[in-house]
């Protein structure tokens, strides 16, 4: 007999609820524990997962596989090449282990809802135990709801403020879970193959080159060591001057700890709970400004998977708000292409692209200055951004990237109003002054002046000695001013057709 917990997007020992309650299960059955992990590449393809994300997973896999195997603890990793058999081969995997009781951590997107409600089918019929508990979010979905009409919140504030108030009232839920104990020595004898089994390497369909490993590899360490370490430095160093540096992204000035927490090598849990023994009160919404502005981002990753749980039809393509369903957008080719290469003209966009296209990350402002540029400046539908990030970042969330996106092209829960246009000059300047971040990846701007009206914020349309023109740096796609009030005539008029 055997107890086994399925690892999915939380690769990780340390405060891990589905994992310790497998142990805990193991332990009081007196029989061992399995982890098992599978490699599925047609869910890496429909969830458009980009390759630097799967690397970023398997390498992870490495590290959560010696760290079990310290513990007596096998980690199993089989790649199972159609998604659909996933139920049915894990069932047929506990029946050759002797498995009476399955444990994972519950995701809320709708294929893995369904994935997992097969599951449940097939463990029913053979008679499995399948528990999925609640583990990503600090405060599960459906544990707040408005006080005035009993339903999920669709506004950041009043949700924000139900959130503080729940953890303020049940700080026990801050508490870390505890790492799985030792396996019965037995286990190493009984499981033998499964500690020896190898991690796959990336299936073909999510391949890096040989250059792009080097890259991301030595840029971003894997897993839950690694993320904890960061939270620490984050913490002990940086958390105190969030609040002013959060939104100039030439500095190391927010956690970069998305990584970590898409994969769940890191748990949003822990990230508060230290946050918490780091503050001068055990309130959410009190104490150190700084520490209280970090807590409230960290909560933004949980609005947007409650509003995914509840709004489940987001996954499929569609606008939170059907409202703006009907804007009629540009498909122009050439500027999206332009817009993915970082060659736009408007040197803050093409600095955050370049940095996404270099490193599978980009700092939030940039996010969301290059979001409102697509889908208003462009015009370009904003699904095809979310697209693009999805298939490019190493911290790829869906519910985080849909609600970012929703919340740039104003057509998502809580968002920007669509009349609220970013000019991307004004973003540059306010927030790269001295254009320290444009600089750094886009270096045919590198000796242009920055500063308030400088030329490294906008080359062609002041004083710049041709500089950018010399070092082949474009000319803007668009007029931003001819942009702007062209997106807010289509918006209008979808809104009308409404
Ligand atoms: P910090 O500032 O240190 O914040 C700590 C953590 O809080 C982050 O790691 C993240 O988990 C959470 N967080 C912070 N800001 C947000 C936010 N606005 N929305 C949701 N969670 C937040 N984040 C992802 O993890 N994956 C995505 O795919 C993703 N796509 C985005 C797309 C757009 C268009 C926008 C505007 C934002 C997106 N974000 C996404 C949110 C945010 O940009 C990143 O989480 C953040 O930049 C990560 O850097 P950090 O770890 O240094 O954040």
């Avoid at 370049?354 to 699904?383: E, P």
């Avoid at 990237?401 to 609220?420: A, E, K, L, M």
Wanted: proline share 6%; charged share 25%; glycine share 6%.
């Amino acid at each position: 007999n055997a107890v086994v917990h399925w690892f999915k997007c939380d690769l990780r020992t340390r405060d891990n609820k589905g994992l310790h309650l497998a142990s805990e299960k193991a332990k009081s059955a007196g029989v061992p524990l399995i982890a098992m992990y599978l490699v599925s590449p047609q869910d890496f393809q429909a969830h458009l997962t980009s390759p630097a994300r799967v690397d970023f997973i398997l390498r992870s896999l490495e590290v959560l596989k010696a760290d079990l195997s310290e513990l007596d603890i096998p980690l199993y990793v089989e790649t199972v090449e159609k998604r659909k058999q996933i139920p049915h081969r894990i069932v047929e995997l506990c029946e050759k282990w002797g498995v009476s009781h399955i444990f994972c951590n519950t995701e809320y997107e709708v294929d893995e809802l369904r994935r997992e409600a097969a599951l449940t089918r097939n463990c029913l019929q053979r008679g499995i135990a399948f528990a999925t508990v609640p583990d990503t979010c600090v405060v599960s979905p459906g544990e707040l709801s408005s006080k005035g009409t009993g339903s999920q919140f669709a506004v950041y504030s009043p949700w924000f403020r139900a959130w503080c108030a729940y953890l303020n009232s049940h700080q026990s839920d801050l508490n870390e879970y505890p790492r799985p104990e030792k396996n019965p020595i037995s286990a190493r004898e009984c499981f033998k193959d499964l500690f020896e089994c190898p991690i796959p390497s990336a299936p073909p369909n999510k391949q890096l080159s040989v250059e792009e490993k080097k890259r991301f590899r030595s840029m971003w360490p894997p897993g839950e060591h690694e993320a904890a370490q960061r939270l620490q430095k984050f913490i002990s160093q940086r958390i105190n001057k969030y609040s002013e540096s959060r939104n100039l992204p030439a500095g190391n000035s927010t956690a970069v700890i998305s990584v970590h927490l898409a994969s769940g090598t890191l748990a949003a849990r822990t990230c508060i709970g230290e946050a918490r023994n780091a503050n001068t009160s055990k309130s959410m919404d009190a104490g150190n400004p700084n520490i209280m502005s970090w807590i409230s981002e960290i909560a933004w990753r949980d609005f947007y998977k409650h509003v995914l749980a509840h709004w489940p039809y987001i996954c499929m393509s569609k606008s939170f708000k059907p409202e703006y369903t009907d804007i009629h957008w540009e498909y122009n080719a050439e500027h999206f292409q332009a817009w993915t290469e970082g060659k736009t003209g408007y040197p803050i966009v093409d600095a955050a692209m370049r940095q996404l296209n270099h490193t599978g990350y980009m700092h939030n402002r940039c996010r969301m200055i290059v979001a409102s540029f697509l889908s208003k400046d462009l015009l370009i539908d904003w699904r095809m951004g979310e697209r693009y990030f999805m298939e490019h970042l190493i911290d790829g969330d869906f519910a985080s990237n849909n609600g970012g996106w929703g919340f740039s092209s104003s057509t998502g829960v809580d968002p920007q109003p669509y009349f609220r246009i970013f000019n991307p000059l004004l973003q540059s300047e306010k927030f790269d002054l001295d254009g320290a971040y444009i600089k750094k990846w886009v270096p045919e701007l590198r000796d242009l002046k920055g500063g308030k009206n400088g030329p490294v914020h906008d080359p062609y349309g002041r004083k710049a000695d041709n500089v950018a023109e010399k070092n082949g740096y474009p000319r803007p796609v668009v007029e931003h001013k001819f942009a702007r009030d062209r997106a807010l005539a289509r918006y209008k008029e979808g809104l009308g057709r409404a």
